[in-house]
């Protein structure tokens, strides 16, 4: 099994790749598609936005069988996503949880815009979405414009973090679980990992 910090070393790794332009070109291998049709093994679970800019295989350069990943739009979890991580976790061994956010991100701005304007237009679903989210944005510090942006989209992720602790009892004792944030940059390509909180 793949430990939390070994993890870690090779999302970094694969992202490092995938900036220098030089994927290693594990999706497509043949072999190792046949080596996985009795199971998978997951080293780490993805709990990402649904943003179609922000793939976790190939902004991380992992193949198939490497990442569990589940996507929603702002990586809002609900009871049904915290039931799929911790399926990843309990039955297939992942042991380091990250949520990727992004620069930019689309159902952030949506939720701030909806703090501003109370009345403006959305779907139930998306209005759903939205409550999800705009607990986590409370407190930011910025005023306006990009900046709050950035900030809110941090804070997001950090939210994000806390709540798949605070909703799922297994993801909160395991003891050699970790969970972490991480921001996707769209400008560079880079992902940024958060500091971790203290009760990861
Ligand atoms: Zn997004």
Known sequence: ?????????????????????APSGVLSEVAKREALKDGQAPFAVILGCADSRVSPE????????????VRTA????TPVELGSIE????HLGARLIVVLGHSSCGAVQATLGAMEDPEGEATPNISELIEHIRPGLTSLESAAGAERLTEAVSA????????LSAG????RERGDLVIMGAVYSLETGAVELLPASDDA
């Open 1 to 21: 099994m793949t430990t939390a910090a070994e993890a870690l070393q090779r999302l970094i790794d694969g992202n490092q790749r995938f900036l220098a332009g």
């Open 58 to 69: 190939l902004v991380f350069d992992q193949g198939l069988g490497e990442l569990f990943v």
């Open 74 to 77: 702002g990586h809002v979890a």
């Open 87 to 90: 399926y990843a976790v309990e």
């Open 156 to 163: 997001n992720v950090r939210a994000t973090v806390e709540g």
């Open 168 to 171: 799922s009892d297994v993801l």
